[in-house]
């Protein structure tokens, strides 16, 4: 049961953040975002002590003796349909109520590189681009690429992309681990079934605030670009490598003619390395949770396959099989397993937040 302390807490601290937003101020913005932040949870608190002081009103007028019979009827037929409603709407404030990561509403730095499999991972590692490209469009983010490294035969070899938008990491966080895929390879004569692998890492794209980073611990290499690109790359220096020399942490990039645009992406990209690596670090509770939680985030763990004759997709995470893996390929299916993820990741916290209640 959802404590009053808590609802009242809730409303009381939106009421105040609306007489501070009223008188203005520098911290304006900052109110206001929190206030934008608290409405849904504000709405669903009305909503469920609404309910719930109906429930009490219609126990009463069954329970009153003066309460005429026609109307004790009605009064038990809302009473039952309210039952009904209630426990959903409770679970619904509850997910609200949970601790949020940070990170949640923004965006995010996707990082896809092939494994094992040689040329067919490398393809399979564009598969999951496009996919995720097409995903992200379905939900009105904006898709970057940032770098890429191609292979021989097309797909890459290695590909990160800039993904913009409300709520990213949120639905992308659970994407990291290595997918598998089996099927048979363009390149194979015989027909013979291949598994191979791409590594996936979703990584929370961090501003100045989220991660400070001193200029002096920079090592900031400039160089001629390779690969496409026409004469440009053999004119000009415009390539940068620069390196977190206290982690060891390096990021190239050279997609952009501008050096300026380069130092500017390969910045993003370490800033959500470091930022990483530090919430990491200090968030020993998640680390010691993973277990029971849908899945690490460890790039090393096998979380989904692939698997091209049967048509089938299969989380291993949660045992979830779907087959429809042309839809989840073209992105409009994928949703389906990144809710299923979210839910189950929302019913494993609350059930621990139960377990710690009832300790």
């Known amino acids: ?70 109307l004790k009827s009605m009064a038990e037929d809302e009473l039952r349909e309210l039952k009904g409603k209630l426990p959903q709407i409770e679970r619904e404030l509850s997910v609200l109520l949970l601790p949020k990561d940070a990170a949640d509403a923004g965006n995010v730095i996707l990082e896809i590189r092939a ?6 991972a490398a393809l399979f590692a564009g598969d999951l681009l496009h996919m995720y490209q097409r995903y992200a ?68 794209e961090a501003d100045e605030v989220d991660i400070q980073i001193d200029e002096k611990d920079l090592r900031i290499d400039v160089y001629r670009a390779s690969g496409a690109g026409g004469q440009h790359v053999n004119k000009t ?43 990491e670090r200090l968030d020993t509770a998640r680390a010691a949770d993973r277990k029971g939680q849908v899945g690490s985030g460890d790039r090393s763990e096998r979380i989904r396959t692939y698997n091209f004759p049967q048509g089938r997709c299969t989380d291993h995470r949660i045992n979830l099989t779907l087959y429809e893996l042309d839809q989840v390929m073209q992105g409009t299916a994928l949703g389906k397993i990144i809710d299923a993820l979210v839910s189950h990741d929302e019913a494993e916290r609350l059930a621990a937040l139960g377990e710690t209640a009832d300790a």
């Open 237 to 279: 220096e415009s390539a940068v490598r620069i390196t977190h020399i206290p982690t060891g942490v390096a990021v190239a990039m050279q997609e952009e003619k501008s050096q300026h645009k380069n130092r500017a992406k390969a910045m993003k990209v370490l800033r959500a390395r470091l930022y990483e690596a530090e919430r």
């Open 137 to 204: 469009a379905l939900q009105g983010w904006t898709f970057e690429i940032l770098s890429e490294s191609d292979s021989d035969l097309g797909g890459y070899k290695e590909v990160m992309a800039g993904v913009n938008g409300n709520g990213v990491f949120a639905k992308l966080k659970f994407e990291s681990g290595v997918h598998r895929v089996q099927r048979v390879p363009a390149t194979e004569a015989s027909g013979r079934i291949h598994t191979s692998a791409a590594t996936v890492a979703v990584l929370p």
């Open 1 to 70: 049961m959802i404590a009053q302390a808590n609802i009242e807490r809730i409303l009381h601290r939106y009421a105040e953040l609306e007489a501070k937003m009223a008188d203005g101020g520098a911290s304006f913005a900052k109110l206001a975002k929190e206030y934008s932040d608290l409405g849904p949870l504000v709405q669903k608190v009305k909503q469920f002590s609404a309910m719930r002081e109906e429930f009490v009103h219609l126990g009463g007028l069954i329970a009153d003796a003066k309460t005429d019979a026609e």
């Open 115 to 120: 494994g094992t499999g040689g040329d067919e």
